[in-house]
């Protein structure tokens, strides 16, 4: 016992100390537990495959799905109309929101739903998300002591009193305890969030400083400034040729530097683009949109010729498959002195020249006569996996900023109806008993419909979004529980509980409860602590001969209502690495919260429930 105690202490302290990672200092208690001869190594690695650690695995793909199509931007806009942009009605609505879900859904699922949300929310509001993401995970947690299915300790308490033949708790016979711990929660974080919790937006702000966003160079190029939109009808004489024999280049001046196909676009629901590079060999097919750059008056030729209706680009271009990135020739390159038809980048390459910067010149018509100098900027254009390439070949080029980072930023918006339906549907999985589906089940079944679907581009982008650290936190830290058992200290605590309060007054009693299974959930999961602690919450009420009601919503809201630790509630797990915080931001914010939510219940259970 002795040895478990001194390991958790340890850890305890190193998580503290910040100078590890928390995934390496869960890592080392484990392999101490394991050396120490305590767990097994069947025992130690239980919790890489525990359902709650499969789940917030699933979680983070579900909810970089509603990311990455825009969805988590949609909704936050709507919910931005309800609080503005004031810091503090932020977090109002977020936790309300927040806790409202969280009463019908698992938190976990909760805080996988609402975090990229909030995260859009706040970069709409130009507002911190570190002030909200960790009152999301608290308040996904209040809520679930709203009703009976909120979280699994109101479960555990119900089954408690029936097996000891008492009537059964009701669907919302935690409604007024829920409403309690939502409403202290919301005004202890209020203040709290804005005193302790450190902007980390100075921090942050330098990923990414490097390079151009996209859409910054479309406008520093004026590369959609001269391109049009030529939609290939059914019956035109334009189907069926390629773009090498269109010849567009030689005929009119004209260059095409995308070929797009909305495939689905009068659905709402099903609907999916496509864009290809316009290389010779593509062949132009009924339904493809032609993006050709040129003079106007070629293009108004070009279209009078073919019997084709052209729509402005209205200043804008989209980079679904097809992105932009610049890159400096250097002297050494042997593309210098060469003219651009002469390059064969589109045949060596597959990248397209859209523009040349030389010096503050912007070169952009007769590009192929342009003949390339050491020091020129070349705008180039192709997939994003051509782009990525280009960084191969740095004795002929450097290439500027970070494009397959900017890539990962583009939005797929035409999914997020997509997105929005698999959510819904993992929900309706999760919420609904008669469904035969377990919830991690129904989160495996979302992720995987994300990636199938399209959500992400492809699925590296997929597993790029799952947050390891806190993955491996929470399933490395759960084998203490089994440690704390076997080696007997959780029946230590427990029976010193009972013996020394049991004959004082009920409250003291309550008191003691509250706060033994408050400090136990801190390091076993919150489930298996109200499974030790119930029965001897009811065993010392009957032996004090008052009601073991209140002590049993004692254990199932202190069991629930932990916040002093990254690694107490899988909530807690969710956003550590989003917020960027760290062990001492949960005991700065967390700890003064859930003691005040303590002493609140104290006084506040034997109101609700009577001894």
Same mark, same amino acid.
């Given at each position: 016992?002795?040895?478990?105690?001194?390991?958790?202490?340890?850890?305890?302290?190193?998580?503290?100390?910040?100078?590890?990672?928390?995934?390496?200092?869960?890592?080392?208690?484990?392999?101490?537990?394991?050396?120490?001869?305590?767990?097994?190594?069947?025992?130690?690695?239980?919790?890489?495959?525990?359902?709650?650690?499969?789940?917030?695995?699933?979680?983070?793909?579900?909810?970089?799905?509603?990311?990455?199509?825009?969805?988590?931007?949609?909704?936050?806009?709507?919910?931005?109309?309800?609080?503005?942009?004031?810091?503090?009605?932020?977090?109002?609505?977020?936790?309300?929101?927040?806790?409202?879900?969280?009463?019908?859904?698992?938190?976990?699922?909760?805080?996988?739903?609402?975090?990229?949300?909030?995260?859009?929310?706040?970069?709409?509001?130009?507002?911190?998300?570190?002030?909200?993401?960790?009152?999301?995970?608290?308040?996904?947690?209040?809520?679930?002591?709203?009703?009976?299915?909120?979280?699994?300790?109101?479960?555990?308490?119900?089954?408690?009193?029936?097996?000891?033949?008492?009537?059964?708790?009701?669907?919302?016979?935690?409604?007024?305890?829920?409403?309690?711990?939502?409403?202290?929660?919301?005004?202890?974080?209020?203040?709290?969030?804005?005193?302790?919790?450190?902007?980390?937006?100075?921090?942050?702000?330098?990923?990414?400083?490097?390079?151009?966003?996209?859409?910054?160079?479309?406008?520093?190029?004026?590369?959609?400034?001269?391109?049009?939109?030529?939609?290939?009808?059914?019956?035109?004489?334009?189907?069926?040729?390629?773009?090498?024999?269109?010849?567009?280049?030689?005929?009119?001046?004209?260059?095409?530097?995308?070929?797009?196909?909305?495939?689905?676009?009068?659905?709402?629901?099903?609907?999916?683009?496509?864009?290809?590079?316009?290389?010779?060999?593509?062949?132009?097919?009924?339904?493809?949109?032609?993006?050709?750059?040129?003079?106007?008056?070629?293009?108004?030729?070009?279209?009078?010729?073919?019997?084709?209706?052209?729509?402005?680009?209205?200043?804008?271009?989209?980079?679904?498959?097809?992105?932009?990135?610049?890159?400096?020739?250097?002297?050494?390159?042997?593309?210098?002195?060469?003219?651009?038809?002469?390059?064969?980048?589109?045949?060596?390459?597959?990248?397209?020249?859209?523009?040349?910067?030389?010096?503050?010149?912007?070169?952009?018509?007769?590009?192929?006569?342009?003949?390339?100098?050491?020091?020129?900027?070349?705008?180039?254009?192709?997939?994003?996996?051509?782009?990525?390439?280009?960084?191969?070949?740095?004795?002929?080029?450097?290439?500027?900023?970070?494009?397959?980072?900017?890539?990962?930023?583009?939005?797929?918006?035409?999914? $997020? =109806?997509? &997105?929005?339906?698999?959510? /819904?549907?993992?929900? #309706?999985?999760? @919420?609904?008993?008669?469904?035969? +589906? !377990?919830?991690?089940?129904?989160?495996?079944?979302?992720?995987?419909?994300?990636?199938?679907?399209?959500?992400?581009?492809?699925?590296?982008?997929?597993?790029?979004?799952?947050?390891?650290?806190?993955?491996?936190?929470?399933?490395?830290?759960?084998?203490?529980?089994?440690?704390?058992?076997?080696?007997?200290?959780?029946?230590?605590?427990?029976?010193?509980?009972?013996?020394?309060?049991?004959?004082?007054?009920?409250?003291?009693?309550?008191?003691?409860?509250?706060?033994?299974?408050?400090?136990?959930?801190?390091?076993?999961?919150?489930?298996?602590?109200?499974?030790?602690? $119930? =029965?001897? &919450?009811?065993?010392?009420? /009957?032996?004090?001969? #008052?009601?073991? @009601?209140?002590?049993?919503?004692? +254990? !199932?809201?202190?069991?629930?209502?932990?916040?002093?630790?990254?690694?107490?509630?899988?909530?807690?797990?969710?956003?550590?690495?989003?917020?960027?915080?760290?062990?001492?931001?949960?005991?700065?914010?967390?700890?003064?919260?859930?003691?005040?939510?303590?002493?609140?219940?104290?006084?506040?259970?034997?109101?609700?429930?009577?001894?």
């Amino acid at each position: 016992m002795t040895f478990t105690l001194v390991v958790l202490l340890l850890s305890a302290v190193a998580f503290a100390w910040n100078k590890l990672r928390s995934d390496v200092v869960a890592l080392c208690a484990v392999i101490a537990l394991l050396m120490g001869g305590i767990l097994t190594p069947a025992e130690a690695l239980a919790g890489f495959s525990n359902p709650i650690v499969i789940m917030m695995a699933g979680l983070f793909v579900v909810g970089g799905g509603v990311f990455h199509t825009g969805l988590a931007k949609m909704v936050g806009s709507k919910l931005m109309g309800l609080a503005g942009k004031s810091e503090s009605g932020l977090l109002v609505l977020v936790m309300v929101v927040t806790a409202l879900i969280g009463a019908f859904v698992s938190n976990t699922g909760t805080v996988a739903l609402m975090l990229p949300i909030v995260v859009s929310m706040a970069a709409e509001a130009k507002r911190d998300a570190t002030r909200l993401l960790m009152p999301l995970a608290f308040a996904s947690s209040m809520g679930g002591m709203l009703t009976l299915i909120g979280t699994p300790p109101n479960l555990v308490i119900d089954e408690t009193l029936m097996e000891a033949g008492m009537e059964g708790l009701s669907f919302f016979s935690f409604l007024p305890v829920g409403a309690v711990c939502i409403g202290v929660g919301v005004a202890v974080l209020l203040p709290l969030s804005k005193w302790l919790l450190k902007s980390k937006v100075e921090a942050g702000s330098k990923d990414g400083a490097e390079g151009k966003s996209l859409r910054s160079l479309v406008r520093e190029y004026r590369i959609a400034d001269n391109v049009c939109r030529f939609e290939i009808a059914k019956g035109s004489s334009l189907v069926g040729l390629t773009i090498g024999k269109l010849d567009l280049h030689r005929r009119y001046g004209l260059s095409v530097i995308e070929v797009r196909n909305e495939g689905g676009k009068r659905h709402r629901l099903v609907r999916d683009i496509s864009q290809t590079m316009a290389t010779a060999d593509v062949r132009i097919k009924a339904g493809d949109i032609l993006y050709i750059s040129g003079k106007r008056e070629s293009m108004t030729k070009f279209a009078e010729e073919y019997g084709l209706n052209s729509a402005p680009s209205n200043g804008t271009l989209d980079f679904y498959d097809i992105g932009l990135a610049e890159i400096v020739l250097l002297r050494q390159s042997k593309f210098v002195g060469m003219r651009l038809a002469d390059s064969g980048f589109r045949s060596k390459f597959s990248i397209n020249v859209l523009a040349v910067r030389r010096g503050s010149e912007y070169i952009r018509e007769n590009l192929a006569d342009v003949k390339m100098q050491a020091g020129d900027v070349l705008l180039v254009q192709g997939t994003w996996q051509n782009i990525g390439r280009l960084s191969n070949d740095e004795e002929y080029w450097v290439v500027l900023g970070q494009p397959l980072k900017e890539a990962s930023r583009v939005v797929l918006d035409y999914k $997020a =109806p997509v &997105a929005a339906a698999i959510m /819904v549907l993992m929900v #309706v999985m999760m @919420v609904f008993d008669f469904i035969p +589906v !377990a919830p991690v089940t129904a989160v495996l079944i979302a992720s995987v419909l994300m990636i199938l679907t399209g959500c992400f581009r492809s699925v590296e982008a997929a597993y790029k979004t799952i947050n390891w650290e806190s993955i491996v936190l929470i399933a490395a830290m759960m084998p203490m529980s089994t440690a704390l058992e076997k080696t007997g200290a959780t029946m230590l605590i427990t029976g010193l509980l009972a013996d020394n309060l049991g004959s004082l007054s009920p409250t003291a009693l309550l008191a003691g409860i509250y706060f033994a299974t408050s400090l136990l959930t801190m390091f076993i999961s919150n489930t298996a602590t109200a499974v030790l602690m $119930a =029965p001897i &919450a009811f065993s010392a009420a /009957v032996s004090c001969g #008052v009601s073991p @009601v209140p002590m049993l919503f004692a +254990v !199932a809201v202190a069991a629930s209502m932990c916040f002093a630790s990254p690694f107490s509630t899988p909530p807690n797990a969710l956003v550590m690495k989003a917020g960027q915080y760290t062990f001492m931001d949960y005991i700065r914010v967390g700890l003064p919260l859930q003691v005040i939510m303590g002493l609140v219940m104290v006084g506040v259970l034997p109101l609700i429930f009577a001894y």
